[in-house]
């Protein structure tokens, strides 16, 4: 549900480490709801803000998606390629972000 209320409930808990977590070390479907999650949390004007706002949200966001594109390699899930990218593309509609992309991407992801 796209609802501002459970958006701004989610960031006062421990579900983004959560998530960051299971999306490092979960199995495929386990990483797919979790990236899912933080998808939707940056869906969100709020939690767009809230994980943009200190370097260290952001690295962590941006590491583990890194360390995910580049699991495809030997793993590929085009399901979960599929969320990781629109993960990035939300990311960098923050400007602060954005020019931090530009630095972190994957390769492969800047060539799509």
């Known amino acids: 549900m796209d609802d501002p209320e459970v958006?701004?409930?989610l960031l006062q808990?421990?579900?983004?480490?959560?998530?960051l977590r299971i999306m490092e070390r979960g199995t495929e479907l386990s990483q797919t709801v979790a990236t899912f999650i933080i998808q939707k949390i940056l869906l969100d004007d709020?939690?767009?803000?809230?994980?943009c706002h200190?370097?260290?949200?952001f690295f962590a966001v941006s590491t583990v998606l890194n360390n995910m594109v580049e699991n495809q390699v030997d793993k590929p899930s085009t399901r979960l390629l599929k969320h990781?990218?629109?993960?990035?593309?939300?990311?960098?509609?923050?400007?602060?972000?954005?020019?931090a992309l530009v630095?972190?991407?994957p390769f492969i992801v800047r060539s799509m």
């Not at 709020?46 to 994980?51: F, H, I, K, T, V």
């Not at 990781?84 to 020019?99: D, F, G, P, Q, V």
């Open 7 to 9: 958006i701004k409930f």
């Open 13 to 19: 808990t421990e579900i983004i480490p959560l998530c």
């Open 46 to 51: 709020s939690g767009l803000e809230y994980l």
């Open 54 to 57: 200190t370097a260290e949200r």
């Open 84 to 99: 990781i990218i629109k993960c990035y593309y939300r990311l960098s509609e923050n400007r602060k972000a954005s020019m």
């Open 103 to 105: 630095k972190n991407v």
